[in-house]
């Protein structure tokens, strides 16, 4: 007899994204340097008090950070990962229920707020070298490359 797979009726579920997402990940460890302590009080001065609540410029932050590390280029995709993707929905503080942006948020946000507090590129520069200084960055060539795959990580070196 052929089984079939039925998917249950549950109201509730008991999931927690925080145990899905591999201790060893890369964004576990660009976590610990992701640095927004200063970030919202820099930000202050470019928002009104009037009006709707804005997206929360640090989800726009950490995924245009990571984006940017993992080499996602296109913003129309890069909200398609962080929908799809745990590792990425926790890494931007969204959970499983959290609303993933719109594509044209970043292109606003890069070219009016983060342009003229400069902001992004200020955290983007810390997040990078923090990463180099602990041997996250690897060229995607690196990676790719099968005689690469087997050096340890202190044997790998990067080109300026």
Aim: proline fraction near 6%.
């Amino acid at each position: 007899m052929m089984g079939t797979q039925s998917a249950p009726a549950q109201l509730f579920y008991d999931f927690d994204l925080n145990e899905h997402v591999p201790a060893n990940h890369m964004l576990r460890e660009i976590d610990l340097v992701f640095d927004v302590d200063q970030m919202r009080s820099k930000l202050r001065p470019f928002y009104s008090h009037l009006g709707r609540p804005s997206i929360d410029p640090e989800l726009i932050m950490r995924m245009l950070n990571f984006g940017y590390v993992m080499g996602i280029r296109s913003e129309r995709r890069l909200c398609d990962e962080v929908h799809l993707n745990l590792a990425y929905r926790w890494f931007c503080r969204l959970g499983l229920d959290g609303k993933v942006p719109d594509h044209s948020t970043f292109s606003k946000y890069r070219h009016g707020k983060f342009r003229e507090s400069d902001i992004l590129r200020v955290r983007l520069v810390r997040a990078l070298r923090a990463s180099i200084s602990i041997r996250l960055m690897l060229l995607p060539s690196v990676l790719h490359r099968s005689h690469n795959r087997s050096l340890p990580p202190s044997q790998i070196r990067l080109r300026n």
